[in-house]
């Protein structure tokens, strides 16, 4: 299953989360331009840091994940690796993350 709010894409996974560093919150990320942020409003979820990469547990049956510029969306029960979606520039041959 394959989630996206904004440029934020929420990719469930298979494999168990790799051990890593618990965070003590539940933004899964902030805009650089808006200072807008991806947070997770209601439900019981953790994030982990692990392998430079966050990944999101939803212990409950639903977390929900809100946006000030985008619609709530919900998120089942499981273990996701959260993405950055990212843009190719065709002229300099790069890819980017894109700027929220």
């Known amino acids: ?56 547990r939803v212990l409950s049956a639903k977390a929900y994940l809100a946006h000030q510029e985008h619609k709530i969306i919900e998120i089942p029960q499981g273990e996701y690796e959260i993405g950055i979606v990212q843009e190719y520039d065709h002229f300099t041959e790069e890819a980017r993350m894109i700027a929220d």
């Open 1 to 56: 299953m394959l989630l996206q709010q904004g440029d934020v894409l929420i990719k469930s996974i298979s494999t168990p989360i790799p051990k890593g560093e618990k965070l003590n919150h539940l933004t899964l990320a902030r805009g650089e331009a808006t200072g807008h942020h991806h947070t997770i409003t209601e439900g019981d979820a953790e994030l982990i840091e692990a392998n430079n990469k966050i990944y999101l």
